[in-house]
């Protein structure tokens, strides 16, 4: 499935009260990818062109908070050795460079150098600011010693000036794009991101089997109604319905939707039990947003009730499901929802919307819980 396809189900704002406080966003500028969560704390990647092959990037993260110091750091290759005393050169436009000592002015993990000198983060986002691409070199040399494709800087300042807009910067000292002379106490607190909760337990008697046709047979009849386009309607999928009980009264009934190589998909429904059984379609929040529409066809839309690769804990109360855009997974959605004994509510969302080599945990959050 096309990764348009996948991302449009998590995209898009889902109405509710769950997600009506501050809402997060995601934007694409050319080589450059940025998003903000609901508390303001954003996080921009700078990558190689779209024809390299290389997984080399440059990430900034900021929280939303007046004084928040930027960190930067360059993503290298998962299984880069990097010694301390290794020294990691980045060089603009083959001119200004920018160098940090690993176990000095820098920290490792999993391949990832975390620049701790604030003065060469500094330069270097001032270089990511004014450049056109950013070569990176490690001395001792890695591997064969070939130099990466570098990373383009092509999309940076739009990347910057949109972090800096949803953070209310623009215009102060702590500015990333066009820094100002207004101070950094104008800029106001973002919001407290909710409080996490437990979720309700998902618990009850047994759920019966085979399922009763009181049962299965609304939940077809709401299955069969969904649009062609956002499910494959087959013969068999009433073959395929799985129940999980929420409570004594309710039940969650799903069907098979779509499936694939790497992915596959599910719709969810909330059964009520009783002398004449009431069905609902599941409701998993999530943010999404309006795209292009000659990216995005509204035919590519998919109800909030479809998942894919859903995981279900009853004993935590919690939904989880990864919608991958391709087999490596490093591009598509990350959800988490938990049962408060009435509806799913969210509990995180992750999004990757280019498929450039960045892996989980390395995609940006647009909702979270503390």
């Known amino acids: 499935m096309h990764l348009r396809t996948l991302l449009a189900a998590g995209l898009c704002l889902a109405v509710g009260t769950a997600l009506a406080e501050e809402r997060g966003h ?58 301390a005393g290794t020294r990691l050169k980045v060089t603009a436009d083959g001119g200004a460079m920018v160098e940090v000592v690993i176990g000095r002015g820098a920290t490792v993990e999993d391949g990832e150098v975390t620049l701790t000198d604030r003065a060469a983060a500094g330069r270097l986002i001032d270089e990511i600011r004014r450049g056109r691409s950013l070569a990176v070199s490690l001395d001792p040399a890695q591997g064969s010693g070939e130099r990466a494709d570098p990373i383009s800087l ?4 739009a990347a910057l000036l949109w972090m800096d807009d949803r953070q209310k910067r623009v215009g102060t000292v702590t500015a990333l794009a066009r ?18 909760r437990d979720g309700v337990a998902m618990t009850g008697p047994p759920v019966p089997s085979p399922l009763p046709e009181a049962w299965t047979g609304p939940v077809m009849q709401a299955f069969r109604a969904i649009p ?10 009433d073959e395929d319905i799985e129940a999980q009980r ?30 004449s059984p009431r069905v609902r379609p599941a409701s998993f929040p ?19 009730h479809i998942l894919w690769n859903g995981e279900l804990d009853p004993a935590g109360g919690t939904v989880f499901h990864l919608a991958k855009g391709r087999g490596m997974s490093d591009c598509g959605e990350i959800g988490e929802w938990r049962w408060d004994g009435a509806r799913f509510q969210p509990l995180r969302l992750e999004v990757m919307p280019t498929c450039r080599g960045l892996l989980p945990p390395n995609w940006l959050t647009l909702y979270r819980t503390r």
């Open 154 to 157: 092509d999309g940076a300042m």
């Open 246 to 275: 929420l409570s004594e009264r309710l039940v969650l009934i799903s069907v098979r939707c779509w499936r694939g190589a790497y992915n596959f998909s599910r719709a969810y429904y909330i059964l009520e039990d009783g002398p």
């Open 179 to 196: 820094p100002g002379e207004s101070p950094a106490a104008i800029v106001p607190r973002p919001p407290q991101a909710p409080a996490r």
């Open 286 to 304: 999530r943010i999404r947003e309006a795209l292009p529409a000659a990216e995005d066809p509204p035919s590519n839309r998919n109800p909030d």
């Open 26 to 83: 995601v934007r694409t500028f050319r080589d450059w990818v940025v998003g903000c969560d609901n508390a303001r704390t954003c996080r921009a990647f700078g990558m190689a062109a779209r024809d390299s092959s290389t997984q080399l990037a440059v990430r900034i993260d900021r929280s939303g908070d007046p004084g928040a110091v930027p960190t930067v750091t360059v993503i290298l290759a998962q299984d880069a050795t990097l010694p």
């Open 228 to 237: 062609g386009d956002a499910c494959n309607q087959e013969d068999d999928n």
